[in-house]
């Protein structure tokens, strides 16, 4: 398991504790890093996730409610909803990251921390918004 995967499993977990318990994203990162302790070599990428997400969240949910044609994101459960907003930052704002890359490794943790059916559903949100995006479509946040 590579170093970039390990630290989208550790912003994911933070993201879903920050779903309990709102409040600084910065210092809930440090509360779980001092409680875990992750490897060194992780943390900056997953802090810059977790920091990114919540700074994005409106326009994230934005394009993760218009793929999702028939859940609500506030029905999707936590740990998929939270997948999807790593996964979709990744795709919308670290150009250095394959579009590809983002899904499949979001399909793996859907796959690890969610339902049976979670992997499906993460790849197809993540499908759609890939392809409205290649296509250029207006998407919140986007610099494409």
């Not at 910065?26 to 992750?38: A, H, I, K, R, V």
């Not at 930052?89 to 590809?100: C, H, R, S, T, W």
């Not at 918004?129 to 296509?135: K, R, T, V, W």
């Amino acid at each position: 398991m590579g170093k970039r995967h390990r630290a989208r499993e550790l912003a994911v977990q933070v993201l879903f504790h920050l779903e309990y318990n709102p409040g600084d994203p910065g210092e809930s990162f440090d509360l779980l890093c001092s409680c875990f302790s992750p490897p060194e070599e992780i943390r900056v990428f997953s802090k810059d996730l977790v920091l990114g997400v919540c700074e994005n969240k409106r326009n994230l949910d934005e394009l993760i409610r218009r793929a999702s044609k028939h859940w609500r994101i506030e029905r999707m459960s936590r740990v998929d909803r939270n997948i999807l907003r790593v996964a979709v930052f990744e795709v919308l704002y670290m150009g250095d990251i394959p579009p590809k890359v983002s899904i499949d490794e979001a399909v793996i943790l859907g796959k690890k921390y969610g339902t049976d059916e979670s992997g499906a559903f993460v790849n197809g949100i993540l499908d759609h918004i890939y392809n409205e995006l290649h296509l250029k479509v207006d998407v919140p946040g986007s610099e494409h």
